[in-house]
Nanobody
Framework: QVQLEESGGGLVQAGGSLRLSCAGS????????MAWFRQGPGKEREFVAG????????WYADSAKGRFTISRDNAGIVVYLEMNSLKAEDTAVYYC?????????????????WGQGTQVTVSS
């Protein structure tokens, strides 16, 4: 069983930065692909960024490229999402998710485990 807990959300002005963290637990967590998704008001949950267990491969949604960076600590226990140049449209609840595959799925339905989410609000 894998448990995930996000932290680091909050209120920030447009153009600012935030770093989200996702702490995982479970004996096999380190071997999972991890991803960040977000769900804005009235919108479907969408993929933001993903990273393979080794940390060597990452994938980003077009909306995140050049502004967001996903990373993983050396122990593979904590996954980060560094968000820069934030925009009002980045406002959403951000979720981390874990999947057993070696690839980086972008479909939410393919992920096995989810955190409870953390709110990010960007004021314009």
């Amino acid at each position: 069983q894998v448990q995930l807990e996000e932290s680091g959300g909050g209120l920030v002005q447009a153009g600012g930065s935030l770093r989200l963290s996702c702490a995982g637990s479970g004996s096999t967590f380190r071997s999972y692909t991890m991803a960040w998704f977000r769900q804005g008001p009235g919108k479907e949950r969408e993929f933001v960024a993903g990273i393979r267990w080794s940390g060597g491969s990452t994938w980003y949604a077009d909306s995140a490229k050049g502004r967001f960076t996903i990373s993983r600590d050396n122990a593979g226990i904590v996954v980060y999402l560094e968000m820069n140049s934030l925009k009002a449209e980045d406002t959403a609840v951000y979720y981390c998710a874990a999947d057993r595959r070696s690839t980086i799925p972008t479909e939410a339905v393919l992920y096995d485990y989810w955190g409870q989410g953390t709110q990010v609000t960007v004021s314009s």
